[in-house]
């Protein structure tokens, strides 16, 4: 599906993406394109820049340099963009974060419509259908009237899930979105991701869970020092890694002892 | 002492009087300075939390010389120095600037805190919902921040009301001169200041328990 604007099914594409803390250079010219409807997961030891890139492409991070593009908006951060570019860029994406991001003070159900309602105006009965309908999808439809405190991690992932759908994004972001959960409760989570990959979504996930990687995406990138050091269809970064840093990062998290 | 029947009836005649200085004096003055003060406050603060040196500056600035100077003074200077500039105001305005100000400086730190409180993840999260700074204060940190704001800013409210009484100085015919122009004919000051010392007190009962109440409410959403 391709749209004016938007050569052949890339929803993503990023060039020369650089980013530094201070005089310490984070992202050092990452480039990247994800196809329409794709899964990618995003692999690299801690510090490597994973965050900071995926934060660049909601613009929660201003990078020094770099060309962001998501379907008919393109961000060329070199260029000095404005405030009014960089809202567009960000309404493509829709980003869900480690934990504790959910609005506390709100319930479930508007957590999920506060997007649609007060910043895109849709009339609230519409956007209340629409909110209880995601929380369905996420599996929590009995949970709308509840506070984040009266949920457990699992559940309030999903509702951040669903409140980032509400906004109607293009492409999903997920941040390590399980890393922060009991291990009993990776698994809803990652069963609600495969089925917003099933339905068509295109995502961008950083995550260590490698037999998600294995399962549902299209390719992984290994990042590191800045760098995506080596890209690949999961059956063969994921198996027979051809760089030496990819190997021993697979084998430390694989196999930590 | 014996208190005479004289005094109860000064008593009972008083009452109606001082009600209405607390009604028509003490009561507005409180809630239009404390509302005004709020306003104020809270430009305080976002400018002392903004990136603009110039803003920071002008903010620090205005809390330390308004902490840094008595009330009393505050209203002199407004009531009894602002003439010789040419500029006469009445009492009751004059009042409701100095109160304003001096709210305005003592709350606006009560609201930076709490505003710094709402952890940074909160904005963050509101600009993914693409919200933009304005909507972030309005409809995420503001809520939360008050939580934590309510406490202290309910004892300024109680110190504002008492602090009022200071008006009677510049001719604001609050509970307290009320309570001043009954007495002098019959130098009853004794019995006259003990009822509106009562009246004071029994409206600053009354504000804890509302503080209270209102601190639940905003409690509500946070497990305990
Ligand atoms: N706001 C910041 N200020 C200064 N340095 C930062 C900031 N954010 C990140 N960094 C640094 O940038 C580098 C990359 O951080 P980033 O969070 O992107 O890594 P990551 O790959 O997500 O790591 P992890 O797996 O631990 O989450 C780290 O060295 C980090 O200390
Ligand atoms: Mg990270």
Redesign the interface.
């Known amino acids: 599906m391709s749209r004016p604007g938007e050569p052949d099914g890339v929803l993503l594409e990023v060039h020369g993406l650089t980013k530094s803390f201070g005089s310490v250079p984070v992202l050092r010219g990452i480039d990247l394109d994800v196809r329409e409807g794709s899964v990618t997961v995003l692999i690299g030891p801690s510090g490597s820049g994973k965050t900071t890139m995926l934060r660049s492409l ?1 613009a ?1 991070e201003v990078p020094e340099a770099g060309i962001v593009r998501i379907g008919d908006v393109a961000v060329d951060y070199g260029q000095a963009p404005g405030k009014k570019l960089l ?1 567009r860029l ?2 493509q994406s ?2 869900v ?1 480690q934990g ?7 319930t479930a159900l508007r957590n999920v419509m ?2 649609p309602v ?3 105006r849709r009339p609230a009965d519409v956007a209340r259908e629409e909110a209880l309908s995601l929380l369905d999808q996420v599996g929590l439809a009995d949970k709308a009237d509840q ?4 949920l457990s991690g699992g559940q309030q992932q999903r509702v951040g899930i669903a ?2 759908l ?2 109607r994004p293009r492409l999903m972001l997920f941040d390590e979105p399980t890393s922060a959960l009991d291990p009993e409760l990776v698994g809803e989570v990652l069963q609600v991701m495969k089925g917003l990959a099933e339905q068509g979504w295109t995502m961008l996930v950083v995550t260590h869970e490698i037999r998600f990687a294995q399962k549902v995406s299209d390719q992984v990138l290994f990042i590191d020092g800045g760098f995506i050091v080596e890209q690949g269809p999961p059956g063969e970064l994921l198996v027979a890694p051809r760089e030496q840093r990819t190997r021993q990062f697979l084998r430390r998290i694989l196999d930590p002892l | 002492m014996p208190v005479s029947g004289t005094t109860w009836q000064l008593i009972r005649d008083s009452l109606g009087p001082l009600l209405d200085g607390m009604l028509r004096g003490t009561l507005p003055l409180t809630v239009i300075s404390f509302l005004l003060g709020l306003a104020l406050a809270l430009i305080l603060a976002l400018m002392r939390l903004s990136r603009v040196r110039l803003a920071t500056g002008v903010a620090r600035a205005y809390v330390s010389v308004v902490r840094g100077t008595p009330l009393l003074l505050q209203l002199f200077i407004i009531f009894y120095g602002l003439p010789s500039l040419g500029l006469t105001i009445p009492p009751f305005p004059s009042a409701v600037i100095a109160f304003t100000l001096n709210v305005g400086g003592y709350a606006s730190e009560v609201i930076r805190a709490s505003i710094l409180a709402v952890p940074r993840g909160q904005w963050e999260a509101a600009a993914t919902v693409g919200m933009d700074y304005v909507t972030t204060l309005r409809r995420v940190v503001l809520p939360q921040a008050s939580r934590v704001a309510v406490p202290p800013l309910s004892n300024t409210l109680i110190s504002l009301l008492k602090d009022t009484s200071l008006a009677s100085t510049i001719l604001v015919t609050e509970l307290l001169r009320k309570a001043q122009e009954i007495a002098a004919p019959t130098f009853r000051f004794f019995t006259l200041y003990s009822v509106a010392a009562a009246y004071y007190w029994v409206v600053c009962v009354l504000l804890s328990f509302s503080q209270g109440r209102l601190e639940r409410r905003l409690n509500r959403y946070v497990a305990t």
Do not use: D, K
């Open positions: 909601n929660l809202t960000r309404a829709g980003m974060f504790h991001a959910l609005f506390p003070h709100m506060e997007g007060v910043v895109q506070y984040p405190y009266q409140r980032a509400a906004i």
